[in-house]
């Protein structure tokens, strides 16, 4: 198959799911604003169709590892792309995402972000930040779910180097919950810019929970070894090699 075609069929896949976001955000508006239920089988709905969809339009297929966590469980996962996203929420009972302020302005996933208890953290104010998503996150957790943040605070590209914030040991300590690292290999199919999207099949693995009570420091190095080792290998089933010589300031 030509790239040229591969480049088309990946710009009709983008500009119909964001119509689809729209139309999807728009039916479900009443519903929603009446009930959290409503919000999260919105998003649920659109995350489906967006993950469907993008098999037969542009041969990328999903595919969800691991034991998924239903309980009060801290999701700390690697970010590569959109896709993560959807197939993260798409898979939990009862997601709500640690997410940067200025989604809370966007139309439609600002509003549905609000109805579903995400927590917006300012990036700019890294310490008074991190006090307010705790204080954030411990009145939205009145209600049980699986609160996923990013640890490295933003999306990254396969085989670039960003360090893991504090944010996540943060929210272990305080929180005094298991922790279920994430890896993923799906930016090397949906790449965090551009438009080409490429087939294959891209894994959301949940690994096994960290326990609470361990020192900070000695969650973050857990974490982070776990979730890179693994998200390597998932790479390396696509046929990537992570030399780590790509480093992001």
């Not at 999260?40 to 041969?59: D, H, L, N, P």
């Not at 914030?165 to 199919?189: D, F, H, I, M, R």
């Not at 020192?215 to 089933?237: G, H």
């Amino acid at each position: 198959m030509t790239l040229a075609f591969q480049y088309l069929r990946s710009l009709l896949y983008i500009i119909q799911i964001y119509t689809a976001m729209l139309v999807i955000g728009i039916l479900f508006a009443p519903y929603a604003l009446l009930s959290k239920n409503g919000a999260r089988q919105a998003c649920k709905t659109y995350a489906r169709w967006a993950i469907w969809s993008a098999r037969w339009m542009v041969g990328i297929r999903c595919e969800v590892r691991g034991p998924v966590p239903t309980g009060e469980v801290i999701v700390a996962a690697k970010h590569q792309s959109f896709l993560d996203i959807l197939v993260i929420f798409n898979a939990l009972p009862q997601a709500k995402f640690i997410m940067k302020q200025e989604l809370m302005w966007t139309p439609i996933i600002g509003v549905y972000a609000k109805r579903l208890g995400c927590i917006p953290v300012n990036r700019g104010k890294r310490g008074a930040a991190i006090a307010k998503m705790v204080q954030d996150v411990a009145r939205e957790f009145a209600e049980p779910g699986q609160l996923v943040i990013y640890p490295q605070g933003t999306r990254v590209a396969p085989g670039a180097v960003k360090p893991y914030k504090a944010g996540s040991g943060v929210l272990y300590t305080e929180l005094n919950q298991p922790c279920v690292p994430v890896a993923t290999n799906v930016g090397l199919l949906w790449p965090r810019t551009g438009i080409l999207r490429k087939p294959g099949l891209g894994v959301v693995e949940f690994l096994d929970p960290i326990p609470p009570g361990q020192p900070r420091d000695t969650f973050m190095a857990e974490l982070e070894q776990k979730v890179e080792a693994r998200s390597n290998a998932l790479m390396a089933e696509l046929g990537f090699q992570n030399d780590g010589l790509h480093h992001h300031g």
